[in-house]
């Protein structure tokens, strides 16, 4: 798959609300090596109040299996604090609605139940991007979809 860098200003420049997928969330705690700059790019702007970062129930539950697996109490607490509590982060509930669209997804773009969730829950939540570090979920065409390894400080 050919990729085109775009850097991390034109890619949200008009976006107000950017639904966050498991992997940065993930990257950004753990301090990743390869994407810390980054990350903590992003959420810095989301830190400072644009965009809105939005997360999920699924995003959540993702990002604690390691930490649970691990008995890592202070990572765990680090996740919730990020996704469920962070400054400017919207964490939404999944609905009635949210498993119909999901469902949808699933069937229009052959997608893992998570990751029809996850965009179900941006479309849900009228995000403008969707973040995530997966080429494959560029070949959904209802929101745009961001992928860390084509962004640029």
Same mark, same amino acid.
């Given at each position: 798959?050919? &990729? ?10 008009? %976006?107000?609300?950017?639904?966050? *997928?498991?992997?940065? %969330? ?20 989301? *830190?400072?109040?644009?965009? &809105?970062? %939005? &997360?999920?129930?699924? &995003?959540?539950? =993702? $990002?604690?299996? !390691? ?7 202070? @990572?765990? @607490? ?6 469920? $509590?962070? !400054? ?22 052959? /997608? ?5 969730? @996850? ?17 494959? /979920?560029?070949? %959904? ?8 390894? =084509?962004?640029?400080?």
């Amino acid at each position: 798959m050919e &990729t085109f860098a775009v850097t991390i200003d034109d890619a949200l420049r008009s %976006v107000a609300f950017l639904f966050l *997928d498991t992997a940065p %969330v993930i990257y950004f705690v753990e301090k990743n090596p390869a994407y810390v700059d980054r990350v903590k790019d992003i959420f810095g702007r989301i *830190d400072n109040g644009v965009p &809105t970062g %939005v &997360t999920s129930p699924v &995003t959540l539950a =993702e $990002a604690l299996v !390691h930490p649970i697996r691990r008995n890592l109490t202070a @990572q765990q @607490q680090d996740f919730i604090d990020v996704i469920v $509590a962070g !400054h400017n982060v919207r964490f939404l509930p999944i609905d009635y609605a949210g498993g119909i669209r999901a469902a949808e997804l699933r069937a229009k773009y052959n /997608l893992s139940l998570t990751d029809a969730l @996850q965009i179900s829950s941006d479309l849900s939540a009228s995000c403008e991007a969707f973040l995530t570090n997966d080429f494959r /979920l560029k070949k %959904v065409t209802e929101i745009p979809i961001l992928v860390l390894d =084509e962004l640029t400080t």
